[in-house]
């Protein structure tokens, strides 16, 4: 039975791979990954937003055989007009935030942990009547086992 699943695991795994969907996957951000010498998996998401008027919910999720790994988020953004907040949980599970504006870009470094899903979540929020041409990306280093 267990090399039943694995065979079924591994399976699924090549046929992810084959399709170009790689080891992070995220819906609405164009994502590249690499897998690093140290067995690390790398990657960056990138994603422009044309008018955010309201919380946003994004997620990048990491095909990981780890459990709950270390993953270091390097996020940077822009906005045109208004501002936006990007808001993710830390290691501890604390609330990091950093706001974006025109005059000041998003620069932030967070280290955080994947969920039982294997994946990070993190939100978007307009301030006041909302931003208009939002630029981001998010780069991460996961801890982890491809």
Request: with cysteine; hydrophobic share 40%; charged share 25%.
């Amino acid at each position: 039975m267990t090399l039943r699943i694995q065979t079924l695991a591994l399976a699924l795994t090549w046929s992810l791979t084959a399709c170009n969907i790689g080891p992070a996957v995220s819906v609405g951000m164009t994502c590249s990954t690499q897998i690093t010498i140290g067995l690390e998996i790398e990657g960056t998401c990138r994603e422009e937003i044309d008018d955010l008027t309201g919380e946003s919910k994004r997620t990048i999720a990491i095909q990981t055989i780890d459990l709950l790994p270390k993953v270091h988020l390097f996020i940077k953004g822009e906005v045109r007009e208004g501002s936006f907040t990007i808001m993710v949980k830390d290691e501890n599970g604390e609330e990091a935030n950093q706001t974006a504006r025109p005059d000041r870009p998003l620069d932030m470094h967070v280290i955080g942990r994947l969920n039982a899903l294997n994946s990070v979540a993190f939100t978007l929020l307009p301030g006041g009547a909302g931003a208009k041409g939002i630029k981001y990306e998010v780069r991460f280093e996961c801890e982890c086992l491809p």
